[in-house]
């Protein structure tokens, strides 16, 4: 077997619709996290050897698979006209804790560009570091979707693809059941596993998370669930690295202990 038909077995999903979710200057969790990422693969000649795999909005019955309805419509609404501008007059905050610059930094490996923009045009609605703007929801929903276009693709009988990576944004790991947090506003990973439990049968799934930071919200959503093993390897510092869960004495609870 030839190695380009080995190499074929990975499956790599990409949409540049993420990139349209920004917030100001200085935001960490900003488009080129995964624009850098996606060049570099392609520079080096290695989105040649995978298939790439198209990706896809979730649809909101699959976010209910995790997330109850309040919380989709909650996330969902800043993309609906005039809900966005609405915040902003009314004078929800909009800067958080970052440089509140009305231009937009989008830093690369050797330069940077810096978009002007004429007005603010996004809020943190949960919490000091988790912004939106108006096409936030829609990335979020094309986040979660391409992960499942991935697993979709893995399960798929007649593909030669067995494993993958989906290079994705907004993340998803500090996202609970009803709450957006630490940059993260529905929690793909969570999505993907029940997913793979409800809709092909699964009846075990294991979720590692190497994140510096502990994935709070996965662990919480499956605390109580004996199907889906959750491992989260981060830093902790006794309770002050963000988000100062994740003691190594933090299990399940009931059957998931």
């Given at each position: 077997m030839s190695s380009a038909s080995i190499d074929k077995r990975i499956g790599y999903v990409f949409d540049s619709l993420m990139e349209a979710h920004r917030g100001g200057m200085g935001h960490p969790e900003r488009p080129s996290r995964i624009r850098s990422i996606h060049?570099?693969?392609?520079?080096?000649?290695?989105?040649?050897?995978?298939?790439?795999?198209a990706g896809r909005p979730a649809t909101d019955e699959e976010l209910f698979l995790v997330h109850p309805r309040v919380h989709v419509d909650r996330v969902m609404q800043f993309g609906e006209e005039g809900v966005l501008k609405s915040a902003l007059d009314g004078g929800e905050d909009s800067e958080g804790p970052y440089n509140p610059s009305t231009e937009d930094e989008d830093?690369?490996?050797?330069?940077?560009?810096?978009?002007?923009?004429?007005e603010k045009s996004y809020i943190f609605p949960f919490g000091a570091d988790t912004y939106v703007c108006k096409e936030s929801p829609m990335a979020a929903k094309i986040s979660?979707?391409?992960?499942?276009?991935?697993?979709?693709?893995?399960?798929?009988?007649?593909?030669?693809?067995?494993?993958g990576f989906a290079?994705?944004?907004?993340?998803?790991?500090?996202?609970?059941?009803?709450?957006?947090m630490g940059f993260c506003l529905f929690n793909n990973v969570a999505i993907a596993a029940q997913a793979l439990r409800q809709r092909?049968?699964?009846?075990?799934?294991?979720?590692?998370?190497?994140?510096?930071?502990?994935?709070?919200?996965?662990?919480?959503?499956?605390?109580?669930?004996?199907?889906v093993l959750v491992i989260s390897i981060h830093r902790f510092d006794g309770g002050l690295y963000y988000p100062g869960?994740?003691?190594?004495?933090?299990?399940?609870?009931?059957?998931?202990?």
């Open positions: 060049q570099k693969l392609g520079e080096r000649g290695l989105l040649e050897r995978v298939k790439i795999v830093e690369g490996e050797e330069n940077y560009v810096v978009t002007a923009r004429p979660a979707g391409c992960v499942l276009s991935l697993i979709e693709e893995i399960m798929d009988e007649g593909s030669p693809v067995d494993r290079c994705v944004r907004p993340p998803g790991h500090h996202a609970t059941t009803s709450e957006a092909y049968g699964l009846q075990r799934v294991a979720v590692v998370d190497w994140d510096v930071h502990h994935g709070n919200g996965t662990c919480e959503i499956f605390a109580e669930d004996p199907t869960t994740g003691n190594w004495t933090e299990m399940g609870s009931g059957d998931a202990v």
